[in-house]
């Protein structure tokens, strides 16, 4: 007799089985950790009304579902419930349903629930509650951990704020489930199961088939898809409008040139956020080398550094950014784009790539760019790092960080399909790199583009032109529309998402007062290529009896973005910590790149068993959000204690009631000094005297050891072209005064 796969009847269990094959593509990892015999619990994310289908088409033993039905509930989902087996759960009665659950695990059976209580109305994991570890405690059993992954975006999740009325999927859908280690009862409980949970998500979403691809391949794609559409509007001189034709016609025609005139690995990129940045980078692809966008706003000798360090020889730029920057060291290769582009015999093959994106198969195009397949964990972008703490350095993003990054980000409500997107950031910064500039081309989203982020009023009117509905910047670069904007010009803002520095609840509060606009912060690292986190707008509420479902905590950066796993580990020790305990943020997941870029032109490997630790401090709550407390070099060990310069500065501008709006108003670092270790100076752009601050933070009773002993004012706090504190400036202002006390 055939293996028993469910507990519905045998008729009903092959239909639902045949159409679960027709829809999803099932693959399962580790299924040989769950027990061949016996009972446990099983739990699991619930992202649709599909999971329990794809659980049971992965688990080789039939489950046992708990479920939760009222007297309102429809009668169609009574039905099913009764022909499943599922042990009914009531607001009337829960604890009837807990002791026939307890009784069939421990009479052998597997029986599955999911922690959180609730479908996610977020493609996030939100709070896992504790009553699975009773269950499983009192029935002597081990909860068996499980992920899904590939079903956010069918039509029955709620993506797109809303159940079934969404187009289906034509193709078969990949879902990944990936099981779990036996947790023994007594050490299963909600920060247990979450991190299980989390750790196996990262582990299914890395082995989604279409990380493997090749970024230039998908993004050329993306555009013969969709042909007319207008990709790019550049407002860097004049209006322009670039359609997906265009712009993939003008990559191709450099991408040929590229060939022959820069053959070696990788080829440098200097330009402002553009349609020629766009072009460039999408060509350098196409060519078959490795984009490395340079920081111009870093001094000469880094900008050499880099340029020796990434092995460039070739360097992309405008004859407009050669005059602006006559101390960057230009390599005797450098191509001007607009001569490249207008070269003699460039139009007819202009033209001849145009036909093509209109009239052949989209498949056909990249091919005929002769694009690989496959990307994969090859090179495919240099980034240096910021240096707000020293030397940059040469961070190796592949095509599957990139592709994943841009997945991951995609699936959050923050940038749905129809978005506009004003891109500002510069490209050699992580986020304008990804966020600005790939994600809207792979994704299909309209991107506005305006040089610079220091242009307040251009940025302004660019979007009331155009209508921009998101727009991603940094604090620093947020502050002057406070004083440059209307609420009425900034009308068709839907979100506004902010990182690299982290957001002040007086900047926060001050722009929701002017435009009725939440600011949804964020956090992301070079490294993770970069977005790791994000607020999201709280998902409405789909019928009168559904809970509100929280998807944005203030003073927080939000939760790990779908396929990411996070941990907090002692700074001294390296010993993992409990997540609510502030340390070292770890982070593993397919986003995070393999390593940076040696002196010897081989990439030193960064992750230990897959985790990246940050340079950050931080915890999780029990929802999952995340709360950045500061940087480890943000922090003074004085004393035996962890003293955070941020939450000083955060105290010190809220007791004297500081505007942020010019600019960050103070800065603490930590200096050396042979009588006390250590001792914390404060740069203060406003006049301030050490009683001053003396009597205000011990008012508000904040330790002795928190409380500057040295005050200097200066005429701004140093900022990096990003946006970030130059840590590196402000360290040595602060010995300067410390020197002269």
């Known amino acids: 007799m055939p293996k028993r796969l469910s507990y519905f009847p045998r008729w009903l269990e092959f239909i639902a089985a045949a159409l679960g094959r027709g829809l999803y593509r099932v693959r399962a990892l580790h299924a040989e950790r769950v027990p061949a015999t016996g009972g446990a619990i099983l739990i699991a994310n619930h992202l649709s009304y599909a999971d329990v289908v ?9 489950l046992r579902y708990v479920g939760y039905e009222e007297e309102d509930s429809p009668r169609f989902f009574k039905v099913i419930f009764r022909l499943a087996g599922v042990i009914p759960i009531s607001s009337r009665h829960p604890t009837e349903g807990m002791r026939r659950a307890i009784r069939a695990a421990a009479g052998g059976e597997i029986v599955c629930l999911f922690p959180e209580g609730h479908i ?9 509650k504790e009553g699975f570890a009773l269950v499983a405690r009192r029935a002597g059993v081990p909860v068996i951990p499980a992920a899904i992954d590939g079903l956010w975006g069918s039509i029955f999740s709620f993506s797109g704020n809303t159940y079934l009325w969404k187009s289906p999927r034509l193709l078969p859908t990949e879902v990944t489930v990936a099981f779990g280690r036996p947790l023994p009862a007594r050490e299963a409980d909600a920060p247990a199961a979450r991190r299980a949970i989390l750790d196996l998500s990262a582990e299914a979403f890395t082995v989604r088939p279409g990380l493997q691809r090749h970024l230039g391949r998908e993004v050329v794609r993306a555009l013969a898809k969709r042909p007319g559409r207008i990709a790019v509007v550049d407002r860097t001189a004049e209006r322009r409008e670039l359609s997906a034709a265009k712009l993939l016609a003008a990559s191709a025609v450099l991408a040929r040139r590229l060939r022959t005139l820069a053959p070696e690995g990788r080829v440098g990129i200097v330009l402002p956020p553009g349609a020629g940045a766009v072009i460039a980078n999408l060509a350098v692809l196409c060519a078959g080398t490795v984009p490395v966008n340079l920081n111009f706003t870093a001094g000469p000798a880094a900008q050499a550094a880099s340029l020796r360090l990434a092995g460039i020889r070739t360097v992309i730029s405008a004859e407009a950014m050669r005059g602006r920057l006559p101390a960057f060291p230009w390599p005797e290769n450098t191509l001007d784009l607009k001569t490249e582009l207008t070269a003699p015999g460039s139009r007819p093959r202009l033209l001849g790539w145009l036909l093509a994106a209109w009239v052949l198969p989209n498949p056909w195009v990249a091919g005929a760019l002769g694009l690989p397949r496959v990307g994969g964990d090859r090179e495919a972008a240099i980034l240096f790092t910021s240096g707000s703490s020293g030397e940059p350095r040469a961070v190796v993003l592949s095509h599957r960080n990139l592709l994943a990054n841009c997945a991951q980000f995609g699936m959050l409500s923050v940038c749905s399909p129809g978005t506009v997107l004003l891109g500002c950031l510069p490209v050699f910064h992580s986020f304008g790199f990804t966020v600005t500039l790939w994600f809207p081309l792979l994704g299909g989203r309209k991107l506005v583009t305006s040089p610079s982020p220091l242009e307040t009023r251009k940025l302004i009117d660019a979007i009331r032109e155009e209508r921009v509905s998101v727009l991603v910047s940094a604090p620093t670069f947020l502050r002057p529309f406070l004083q440059k904007a209307r609420p009425d010009e900034l009308a068709s803002l839907r979100q506004v998402i902010t990182g690299a520095e982290k957001l002040s609840e007086a900047l926060a509060g001050e722009f929701q007062a002017a435009f009725g606009i939440d600011i949804l912060e964020g956090y992301g690292l070079t490294e993770a290529s970069p977005v790791c986190s994000v607020n999201q707008p709280n998902p409405p509420v789909p019928t009168a009896s559904a809970e509100p479902q929280r998807a944005r905590k203030r003073g927080t950066v939000g939760r790990l973005l779908p396929g990411m796993s996070g941990r907090v580990t002692d700074p001294d020790t390296g010993a993992e910590l409990p997540a609510s305990t502030t340390g070292v943020i ?43 407390d500061g940087r480890r070099s943000r922090f003074s060990k004085m004393g035996g204690e962890m003293v955070p310069h941020g939450t000083i500065e955060e105290r010190i501008i809220e007791l004297f009631a500081l505007s942020s709006a010019e600019g960050p108003p103070v800065f603490v670092a930590g200096v050396a000094d042979e009588g006390k270790g250590e001792i914390l100076v404060l740069l203060t752009v406003p006049e301030l005297s050490v009683a001053q601050v003396r009597e205000r933070l011990h008012g508000a009773g904040l330790p002795n050891l928190w409380i500057p002993r040295i005050v200097r004012q200066v005429e701004r706090i140093p900022l990096l072209g990003s946006g970030k504190l130059d840590l590196a400036a402000g360290r040595a202002l602060a010995r300067a005064a410390a020197a002269e006390r």
């Open 54 to 62: 794809v659980l049971q088409l992965a688990c080789p033993r039939p």
């Open 120 to 128: 996610a109305r977020t493609c996030q994991l939100t709070e896992i």
């Open 586 to 628: 770890g982070l593993k997941g397919p986003n995070l790149f393999a390593g940076y870029l040696g002196a010897d032109g081989r990439i030193a490997p960064e992750l230990e068993d897959g985790w990246f630790a940050t340079w950050d401090l931080g915890h999780f709550d029990a929802e999952g959000f995340l709360r950045i």
